[in-house]
């Protein structure tokens, strides 16, 4: 069925994977079959522990590299590594990503060259590595994990905004040029997600601004989606599910907003 969502036999690779949203997204993968590379920082045993319970609760395949999306070489032994373990890459996710925020005039270059190397310059070294094997397969999807602020911007955060531009642009150009070998590349653009990050940053404004979480949530945080509701992880899911199936593969380049309307105003 060109709709199905049944990825069994194919292989996903998500970076920054370990926790929140790239969590999700993998496990997403793994609950529609397929087998699934984990990337991303965290205690070793405890990435081991979730790496173990995935394969045993969905029946599938899953490994785990632990490249530094800062270091090129790394990022393609990455690609390499899924290739030789499982076989085949079906669907790149570029999830990796860190913030920053400060007035620019403020803003650390380290912050600044960590960003883009992180949020912008991981995609490109995955996805130079990834091309040439969706080519001989015939058949790929990459879908890159961008933001709101890749079609948007917000003060005090240049380093995120510029990244997040740029991997969209970066998204378009791949879509350009892959777009005849039966190979997608797409962006998804979410407003805020309840990420473990996002929580602490409630109860941290919260404190110093003497009001209630929920009016935090309200006020400052959902201020700009109209709908006063964080995205959910199962409505990404639900979007990248779609990318990866054969009724996305028409959807070429496109940055999907999920984003209860903010990027409508």
Sequence with gaps: MANSTDLKGQTGLV????????????????GAGANVVLNGLGDPAAIEQERAAMAAEFGVEVRYHPADMTKSDQIADMIAFAERELGRLDLLLNNA????VAPI?????ENWNQIIAINLSSAFHSIRAAVPIMKAQGRGRIVNLASAHALVASPFKSA????????????????????TFNITCNAICPGYVKT????SQ????????????DQVMRDVILAAQPTKKFVEYDQIAGLLLYLASDAGASVNGAGLAIDGGWTAE
């Design 202 to 213: 409630i109860a941290d404004q919260a404190k110093a601004r003497g009001v209630t979480p």
């Design 15 to 30: 970076t920054g994977s370990t926790s929140g949203i790239g969590m999700a997204m993998a496990r997403a993968l793994a």
């Design 160 to 179: 995120y905004v510029a990244a997040k531009h740029g991997l969209y642009g970066l998204t378009k150009t791949v879509a350009l040029e892959v777009a």
């Design 196 to 199: 473990p990050l996002v929580e």
């Design 105 to 109: 005039e403020d803003f650390p270059i």
């Design 97 to 100: 990503g860190v913030q920053h």
